[in-house]
């Protein structure tokens, strides 16, 4: 490689040749321009990695009206400086564009989190936030690059879908804590960002709404979707547990379902007594099962069960005249209907399977029975000791 003392007159003069050629500077050794066969030349700077020795080579700039030549040996004193003290920009900046991205972030936390940890309807969830938000707003961006404003003003996108935001934003800091714990980068920043007001849904049927539910249920032509429905009733189960579950899960003799923990929300085996009515219609639906599958309710792929019941609960609603009430309300009906009949939210909340007290309080208004009894018992004495006293 030919050198020189570089300056902007000589970097002009040089003739392109029929191949890339350096024309290095004798007065700043590792300082070049490189000239192509096309004319475009660019500024050049080499050095040596002084923990590896490995030798680098990055470009500076391109020379041209935008970066004149005292700059570019300027940036080259600069670069040659920081390798003298153990620094290595070039290789900073080669890690700097190999570094992974939210999309890939998005690919690692399907694969090494969600898909094996979490039940395939919070992965169907996942992939839905992902392909909807995640992805177009920040998949191209680097993880190390994503600010709390990035997040915030991806949250306040969709602020007038207050639970979906909420939902998305503890995806997002799910996603950025394994970040974290894969040296991806340094902090998590949705910490700090503040989640907006959920309104809980409150939506279970009257005895009126029911009895009419259970008509359509008993009239229906699908019987597989009447089925799964009456056993969510009977149970308070989760539709995906139910239609999730195998005959060896049923233990006729003890007259008990045994959840597996892979199936249950909260990753722990669940024991849910059933009832005289829940026994007897799994007996009928055993007795016309086919004795080689082992789900109650398979779907229409071999050797797989029933995943979603959306077409037939739309008919259901219809039928009924239920508009708005979800699949997942039948399990609000069947706990709403247990405390108001008298039983304690305790006893309520093991059967649904819930881990805090908290999430069964949500029926605690209707557990008023005793305490309507005790505030009849205090008014009646009251009653009593106001009337006077017969001599």
Known sequence: MPKAKLTKT??????????????????????????????????????????????????????????????????????????????????????????????????????????????????????????????????????????????????????????????????????????????????????????????????????????????????????RGSDAVRMQLLTGARIGEVLSAEWRDIHFDRGVWVKPSHHTKQKRTEYVPLSGQALALLQSMRSDADPEVPYLFPGEVPGKPLTELKKFWRSVQREADLEGYRLHDNRHTHASHLVSSGLSLEIVGRLLGHTTPTTTKRYAHLADAPLRAATEHFASKLDSLSRPQAE
């Open 10 to 223: 000589y970097v002009d003069r040089i003739a392109p040749e029929a191949v890339d050629v350096i024309y290095w500077d004798t007065g700043l050794p590792g300082f070049g321009v490189r000239v192509k066969p096309s004319g475009v030349r660019s500024y050049v700077c080499q050095y040596r990695n002084r923990e590896s020795g490995e030798s680098r080579r990055m470009t500076l700039a391109k020379h041209g009206p935008l970066v004149t030549f005292h700059q570019a040996k300027q940036e080259a004193r600069r670069v040659l400086g920081d390798a003298v003290g153990g620094g290595d920009l070039a290789k900073a900046r080669q890690d700097k564009r190999k570094a992974p991205t939210v999309a890939q972030l998005a690919d690692e936390y399907l694969e090494r989190h969600a898909i094996p940890k979490k039940r395939p309807q919070s992965v169907r969830n996942d992939r839905g936030l992902i392909a909807n938000y995640v992805r177009p707003r920040l998949g191209s961006k680097k993880v190390e690059s994503v600010s709390r404003r990035d997040i915030m003003a991806l949250h306040a996108s969709i602020k007038d879908r207050p639970y979906q935001a909420n939902r998305l934003l503890a995806l997002l800091s799910k996603m950025f804590s394994l970040a974290v714990d894969w040296g991806w980068r340094a902090d998590n920043p949705v910490k700090g960002v503040s989640r907006y007001v959920e309104h809980r849904r409150e939506r279970w049927l009257s005895d009126e709404e029911l009895a009419r539910l259970l008509r359509v249920l008993s009239e229906h032509p699908n019987r």
